[in-house]
């Protein structure tokens, strides 16, 4: 083996893991907006899924919603054929999606 051979101080590996928490620290709080971000913007497009299939649903029917005749809810319309899927009724963030 060569006498000159360089072996890692304790100081540098230490150095690369504060970095490392240093990303992890600015990484993760904006990830997780990001996913928080984007499971708002599909609660968005359910709801407006659901707004278009009443649309539909009144202009194939020829009803307006009334007191008598209220708006079904989004799984009466899945179930009636006017939303297409599970995922059309189910808002990721929880709530309401009406």
Do not use: W
């Amino acid at each position: 083996m060569s006498k000159n051979r360089r072996r890692l101080t304790l100081v540098e590996p230490a150095i690369v893991i504060a970095i490392l928490g240093l990303i992890a620290v600015v990484a993760i709080p904006r990830y997780q907006d990001m996913v928080t971000e984007a499971q708002y913007s599909t609660c968005a497009g359910v709801r407006a899924a659901i707004t278009e299939a009443e649309t539909i649903r009144e202009m194939r029917l020829h009803i307006h919603p009334t007191l008598s005749n209220p708006p079904l809810s989004p799984q009466e319309l899945k179930d009636q054929g006017f939303l297409a899927s599970d995922s059309s009724v189910v808002c990721p963030v929880g709530g309401t999606t009406q």
